[in-house]
């Protein structure tokens, strides 16, 4: 009888981080992020990494830390 594992999501966050967007993947240091120029870039990025990696999750984060808009790949 074969069992069907199931890959954990992985999760992108894409927020602001000295002065500069960035994104984190969730459950790794805080200190290992990409970091863009502009918001676009940075949503761009986590949306090919989440693609690369499903199934994922990005949300895509306001200056104030709320939540803006969220992507799910399966």
């Given at each position: 009888m074969a069992?069907?594992?199931?890959?954990?999501?992985?999760?992108?966050?894409?927020?602001?981080h000295d002065g500069k967007w960035v994104v984190r993947r969730e459950h790794r240091p805080a200190g290992e992020y990409d970091?863009?120029?502009?918001?676009?870039?940075?949503i761009a990025r986590a949306q090919a990494e989440a693609q690369r990696e499903m199934p994922?999750?990005?949300?895509?984060?306001h200056t104030d830390?709320?939540?803006e808009k969220e992507f799910s790949y399966s």
């Open positions: 069992t069907t594992q199931q890959r954990q999501r992985t999760t992108f966050h894409v927020v602001t970091a863009f120029e502009t918001k676009d870039e940075a994922s999750h990005v949300k895509v984060h830390g709320s939540i």
